[in-house]
């Protein structure tokens, strides 16, 4: 699962790839940002990223393009 995460006032964005669930991930943004605490997400290589909820801009939630390389016909 790709998650885009927009962070303010800083001019790119985190992507992360992510094993977790799109409800999973949504999970834990309303969570974190309902506490004003952390979103912590680890991605499939296992690393985690660390993201304070009150510096969110938006959180984009979307199915990875995998495997498309090359012409289609």
């Keep these: 699962m790709e998650v885009k995460i927009g962070v303010q006032h800083s001019p790119r964005e985190l992507v992360v790839e992510t094993n977790e669930t799109a409800d999973g991930v949504e999970k834990i ?4 940002v309902s506490s004003d605490g952390i979103i912590t997400l680890t991605d499939a290589k296992g690393r ?12 984009e939630i979307g199915g990875g393009v995998s495997g498309q390389v090359g012409f289609r016909g």
């Excluded at 943004?29 to 974190?32: H, L, T």
């Excluded at 985690?48 to 959180?59: F, M």
């Design 48 to 59: 985690k990223i660390i993201v304070p909820a009150g510096k969110l801009a938006y959180v």
């Design 29 to 32: 943004v309303a969570d974190a």
